[in-house]
C-alpha cells in the first residue's frame, strides 16, 4: 500500500461543533493507523477534562469534545504537541496477534465456491490462501466489535456486492472490497462468506466485552465442522479458546 505522509500532517477539521477529526493521511497504511493508534493512546492518557469519546479509524482520530469546557484552540495545541512527541516505538506498536478458528466447511462458507469462481482458485486455494494470511485490525465500525481487516491475499480481492443479502449468523468471515472482516452479530451483508468462527468478538457477558482491539492482529486456523460444534458449546458455557500472543511480522 501507498504510504501517504508529507509535511502538511496532521490535518485538523472540524465535525461540527463539538468535534475534531486530526486527519494523518488519505489511504489506508500501518504507519499512517499506527500513528492514529498512538495519539488515541497517548490523548486517551491524559484524561483532560472536556474530552468526551475518542474514534480512531484507518487515517483519523475523532475527538469528541465538550467545547464550553476544553476550547478548540487548547486542544488543538495539546494534540499537536501529543504528535510531535511520537515516536517510532510508539507507532509500530504491534499489539495483540489472535489465532482464532474458523471453519471453512461449505456449510459455514456459504460463498466459497462463488469465490472461487470469480477468482478462478481452486476452492482449497481460496481456503489456504485466506488461512495464510495475517491481518492487521485497523478499525470497528458499523456494529460493536465489527473489525475491519486489513493483510487480504491479492488475489483474493473481489468487489463487494451490489445489493446485501439477509442476514447471516454472528461469527460470519468474511471478505470483499480488499478487506476481511467477522461478523458479531447476525446482519445482512454484501461481503462474501468463507467461513465462521465459534469465538465471539462481542460478548457482553465479559468484564471486557471487546476481544481484539485496533493494532492487533488476526490470523485464522481451520477447524471441522464438529471440531466448530465442540468449540461453540465450550464459548457457550464461558470458556475461553481463542489464542493470543505477540504480533510476529507486519501484515499491512
Not at 108 to 134: K, M, N, P
Amino acid at each position: 500500500m501507498k504510504t501517504d505522509l508529507n509535511t502538511d500532517l496532521p490535518r485538523f477539521y472540524d465535525a461540527g461543533e463539538a468535534a475534531i477529526v486530526v486527519e494523518f493521511g488519505t489511504v489506508v497504511d500501518p504507519l499512517i493507523n499506527g500513528r492514529v493508534l498512538a495519539l488515541d493512546r497517548k490523548l486517551s492518557g491524559l484524561g483532560l477534562i472536556g474530552v468526551r469519546e475518542l474514534v480512531p479509524t484507518y487515517r483519523s482520530l475523532m475527538v469528541q469534545y465538550d467545547p464550553l469546557v476544553l476550547p478548540r484552540y487548547a486542544l488543538c495545541e495539546t494534540i499537536a504537541d501529543l504528535v510531535s512527541s511520537l515516536d517510532e516505538t510508539e507507532l509500530s506498536n504491534p499489539g495483540k496477534l489472535w489465532v482464532l478458528p474458523c471453519c471453512y466447511d461449505p456449510s459455514f462458507g456459504e460463498d466459497l465456491d462463488e469465490v472461487a469462481a470469480l477468482t478462478g482458485l481452486a476452492r482449497d486455494e481460496v481456503i489456504s490462501s485466506h488461512a495464510g494470511a495475517q491481518y492487521r485490525v485497523y478499525m470497528y465500525g458499523f456494529a460493536p466489535a465489527y473489525c475491519y481487516l486489513g493483510g487480504l491475499a491479492e488475489r483474493l480481492s473481489i468487489p463487494r456486492r451490489q445489493r446485501p443479502r439477509p442476514p447471516h449468523a454472528a461469527g460470519a468471515v468474511l471478505i470483499g472490497g480488499g478487506l476481511a472482516s467477522i461478523t458479531t452479530f447476525a446482519m445482512p451483508t454484501g461481503w462474501y462468506v468463507l467461513g465462521r468462527t465459534p469465538v465471539k468478538l462481542y460478548d457482553p457477558r465479559r468484564s471486557d466485552p471487546f476481544l481484539v482491539r485496533p493494532g492487533d492482529s488476526v490470523k485464522f486456523s481451520p477447524i471441522s465442522p464438529d471440531e466448530f460444534l465442540d468449540l461453540d458449546a465450550r464459548i457457550s458455557s464461558g470458556e475461553s479458546v481463542a489464542l493470543a500472543g505477540n504480533v510476529a511480522g507486519a501484515p499491512q
